[in-house]
């Protein structure tokens, strides 16, 4: 009889143990996804703070051309896309035709804002570019090239559009010998952009041996973050038209092509445009606000082709300024049809586009030398 009770009074306590074990279980698991919840709310209470306070400083920034900001954003890595700035759990910030690197990330917590407008050959908007001070731009100046007065143009002049004030840039040279990238040392920069610049003979997206090898420097990098570009002018130099051959580090610690298929780059219109290139050092990004301007281009072109319809009808009488404005209205609805997204990066349709930009420019300035309505 004492044995059997015993016996139950084990068992019960057992029972006892197990019933602790789970209610305790239970207990640990309500707080562990009461706390994940607090937190994910929390999370995204920073965000829609941060989401709230950058759209306000991009988009004042973006209407401000010719100027730049330094912010702050505390504690956050920010990825970009063509979709946008992705914000954790909230909807992409999004903003067209601007440049930025795919991640975004600071010690101390600042990035740089800065806005240009561009102007094919009127103005249509403003680009808008977003970067980190611990990205490392480095411009490398091949003599072969004569590239030394665009790549110094570039990253600072102060009569044309350049790399905004606080990027980290600098210049290596090929020549003295030993000048080249072997004299550079890894800094610890979490991104590194080279900026390479084509000979006026070469139309391909070969690189040298020497650009090649720049990127084993870093090495120890992160692939993904050790990037180039190389900018082959066709006409006008980088204020006329070109085209802009994206790179990355193999793991070979090589440069090796990005834009496919080989030998196409992506074109660029304009100094403006080559800053987004510079700044993303992404294919995808730049093409993506190319893409965006283009679209925004042919909105601006058909409503200055409707002006210049209603100016024309309006002085018929007028010989000289009618003929002049309804060449004009010609050439505006070539011009729309040659813009817009479809057409890139097609770099036929932008030397189309290009050529009859230069026709409207040149056709505003007959119009002013005649006293006649302008264009734009």
Known sequence: MRFRDSRRAAIAIQFNWIFVIIIGGLIITFFYFAIEKHRGVAEIS?????????????????????????????????????????????????????????????????????????????????????????????????????????????????????????TTTEMVNETPAGQDCTSLSDENNYQVIFVFFANPTDNTATLT??????????????????????????????????????????????????TAPPNDGLPYLGRESILGAIISGDPDIFECGMKEALDRLQRVTYTYEKEANILSEYLKNENNCYSYLDDA??????????????????????????????????????????????IY
Request: contains cysteine.
């Open 46 to 166: 920073i965000n829609t703070e941060v989401r709230t306070k950058l759209q306000t400083i991009l988009t004042a920034g973006q209407q401000s051309t010719a100027t730049t900001y330094a912010i702050t954003i505390p504690n956050q890595e920010l990825e970009f896309s063509c979709q946008g700035i992705d914000m954790g759990g909230l909807a992409p910030l999004k903003f067209q035709h601007a440049f930025a690197p795919t991640r975004l990330k600071s010690e101390k917590d600042r990035f740089i804002v800065s806005a240009l407008p561009f102007s094919w050959p009127f103005k249509a908007d403003n680009f808008l570019y977003v970067t980190s001070p611990d990205i490392r731009y480095i411009f490398y100046n091949d003599d072969d090239t004569n590239a030394r007065p665009n790549l110094l143009s570039l990253m600072q002049d102060k009569e044309n559009p350049s790399m905004p004030e606080g």
């Open 209 to 258: 041996a020497k650009q090649k090898k720049c990127a084993s420097t870093f090495a120890g990098m992160n692939p993904k973050d050790a990037k180039a570009i190389k900018i082959r002018p066709i006409a006008g130099s980088i204020d006329g038209r070109g085209v802009i051959y994206f790179y990355q580090m193999d793991s070979s610690g090589r440069f090796k092509q990005v």
């Open 329 to 374: 209205k010609a050439i505006l609805t070539t011009f729309g049809g040659l813009a817009g997204a479809d057409n890139y990066p097609g770099s036929d349709e932008l030397q189309s586009l290009y050529g009859t930009m230069n026709r409207i420019a040149n056709k505003n300035k007959l119009l002013a030398l005649h006293s006649c309505p302008l």
